[in-house]
């Protein structure tokens, strides 16, 4: 199972954002395990970036990125999934790019916590406590 994580998932996790930081994390726990194979959308560690650098020291925001480079593999954003994104039907261009880096990169779901922001996309979705029990079965 190759899954592309949202965004919000991983920042619940390197937040510790409670609720969600709990099922967000067995999500990473699969890929720490091997049990899923985990992609991250280029933009989205540069959206990592700069939100981690407004609440902690640079030096300590990179190496949580550098850590995530380590468990993850990224998803390239490239023309032709710009071009894609454009043409979707999807709403929000950031989740249209996202949509299209996890078609591109051969993902089999998106894990997200907004779902139905990805209601118009092309690829499969599933919030974190959908992906575990699919993981589990």
């Keep these: 199972m190759k899954a592309l994580l949202d965004t919000n998932v991983v920042l619940d996790v390197l937040l510790d954002r409670k609720p969600h930081s ?33 609440c902690m020291k640079r030096n300590e925001s990179r190496k949580l990125l550098s850590q995530l480079l380590k468990l993850f593999e990224v998803a390239s954003v490239n023309r032709a999934v710009i071009e894609d994104a454009l043409a979707s039907r999807m709403d929000d261009f950031e989740d249209a790019v996202l ?23 092309k690829s ?14």
């Excluded at 091997?34 to 959308?41: D, K, R, V």
């Excluded at 949509?99 to 996309?121: E, M």
């Design 22 to 54: 709990v099922e967000s994390a067995e999500v990473f726990r699969f890929i720490e395990q091997g049990q899923a194979e985990g992609l991250l959308c280029a933009t989205t560690i540069t959206t990592l970036d700069y939100l981690l650098s407004q």
């Design 99 to 121: 949509d299209h880096a996890a078609l591109n990169s051969g993902a089999d779901v998106i894990v997200t916590r907004n779902s139905k922001d990805f209601s118009r996309g």
């Design 124 to 137: 499969n979705v599933m919030d974190p406590r959908q992906f575990i029990v699919l993981m589990k079965d």
